[in-house]
């Protein structure tokens, strides 16, 4: 199976997730395709991470052993799409004690930050509600950001997962 070249080829609906399926057929291609995650053309990397995302639903498992050298790269990749699926992936492992402050630092930072896109505001704002849970003493600090964020500048989506999550501390 040529995984580059089938990447390359036109999107269509689902393409991820019956890339995914065949990955899954054959784990031996795992390998193979989370290494294009760091192709130097971005849209190969992207799609191979998005790829990743979907095969992280099957077998989270198969990203446990990656988990800080994700969050490395989630901080830094300058790509939307990417950062997108590393943190979709990092949101369904295992939270690691102890905790990444500096992971969750970035994830305080970007949750309200207006120069990200709306998807990877909630990803980091789920995954600092996450963080904060393994570290108790952090989360009226979160509680408080919450609480105080101005609603008029979110999307419908964003006050939605503030409400969640607000909604989550009643249940602590």
């Known amino acids: 199976m040529n995984l580059r070249e089938q990447l390359s080829g ?3 609906s ?3 997730e019956k890339f995914a399926y065949c990955i899954a057929d054959n784990p031996e291609c795992f390998p193979e395709i989370y290494d294009l995650t760091f192709d130097k053309d971005p849209k190969m990397a992207w799609r191979a991470m998005w790829v990743c995302e979907k095969v992280s639903y099957m077998f989270p498992e198969w990203f446990m052993d990656k988990r800080s050298e994700l969050m490395q790269r989630t901080m830094q990749s300058l790509n939307h799409g990417s950062k997108r699926s590393m943190l979709h992936i990092l ?4 939270i690691e004690e102890p905790i990444s402050v500096e992971f969750l630092n970035f ?3 970007r949750m309200l930050s207006p ?5 990877i505001q909630a990803q980091c704002m789920k995954m600092a509600y996450r963080l904060c849970k393994k570290e108790p003493e952090l989360l009226p600090e979160l509680k408080c950001i919450l609480e105080n964020a101005e609603p008029e ?3 419908k989506g ?3 997962v503030i409400r969640n999550i607000l909604k989550q501390f009643k249940k602590l």
């Open 115 to 119: 120069q990200e896109p709306i998807a």
């Open 107 to 109: 994830c305080l930072d």
């Open 10 to 12: 036109a999107l269509y």
């Open 158 to 160: 964003m006050k939605s």
């Open 91 to 94: 949101l369904h492992l295992p």
């Open 153 to 155: 500048y979110y999307s």
């Open 14 to 16: 689902n393409f991820a």
